[in-house]
């Protein structure tokens, strides 16, 4: 009866041993699938911004690559979250919110504008320094 519990034991040992690098790979590959369709919607997105010109082009491009962040934020979080991975991704979408906040200031004047790029730098800043506590 123990070695019947012995062999059982070292069964189900192997089984957990031969199942984590089956797992490992199955996230690698969703991983590299998600980041692969947050670069194919982006390049759908900046394609439609190019049929626009001017201010609303550059938001517009703005706009898809805080998208592209986003989904490859997620797409870390969910299959490849080791915590330099993650801070990397999320410094990405902080940069992309920072891009378009500031390209959004450049359709206002003067003092106002000013303003504006100011706080979009101190809520970029803000982000980076809890970003970098995390």
Do not use: W
């Not at 947050?38 to 394609?47: E, H, I, P």
């Amino acid at each position: 009866m123990k070695s019947f519990i012995a062999t059982l034991i070292a069964t189900a040992a192997v089984a957990a041993i031969g199942i984590a690098p089956a797992t490992a790979q199955t996230n690698k590959d969703a991983h590299k699938t998600a980041m692969d369709k947050a670069k194919a919607d982006y390049r759908v997105a900046k394609d439609k911004c190019d049929a626009m010109s001017g201010h609303a082009e550059d938001v517009c491009e703005d706009e898809a690559k805080l998208a592209r962040a986003k989904a490859e934020l997620d797409a870390t979080t969910k299959f490849d979250n080791t915590g330099n991975n993650v801070r990397k991704a999320r410094d990405n979408v902080i940069d992309a919110e920072y891009e378009l906040a500031d390209e959004k200031c450049d359709s206002l004047k003067g003092d106002a504008e000013d303003k504006c790029e100011a706080q979009a730098k101190s809520t970029r800043d803000a982000a980076r320094d809890a970003n970098k506590a995390k």
